[in-house]
């Protein structure tokens, strides 16, 4: 996995939170890569699949993930988040001490 794009914060926000994204582009002969974005989670809801929603909406919308229910219901946002496989849905971004870490599930 190789260093990809880094998107600095614009908000000016004194609450950033780092958030490496893993990336791959299957179409490309790319390897993947390791994204960070500085998000303000002064401004985002709780949950990590909130935070991936502003990465997409607002920084990134390249950013491809599976949703549907966000209510913990479905497990189509299951991923893996700071070694651990859980639903992004349910998953508390403040609960994560430094940055987040996002993997595809092993």
């Excluded at 950013?63 to 497990?75: D, E, I, M």
């Excluded at 496989?85 to 508390?92: A, E, F, I």
């Amino acid at each position: 996995v190789k260093k990809g794009n880094f998107y600095k914060d614009k908000t000016g926000s004194k609450n950033i939170k780092k958030v490496n994204v893993y990336r791959w582009d299957p179409s490309t002969n790319e390897n993947p890569r390791l994204d960070t974005y500085e998000v303000d989670t002064d401004n985002c809801p709780s949950k990590v699949l909130d935070v991936l929603n502003k990465i997409k909406n607002e920084i990134d919308p390249s950013l491809a993930y599976r949703r549907s229910c966000a209510h913990g219901v479905c497990g189509s946002c299951a991923m893996n988040v700071d070694g651990v496989n859980t639903l992004s849905c349910t998953k508390s971004h403040s609960e994560i001490k430094g940055d987040i870490n996002i993997y595809p599930l092993p």
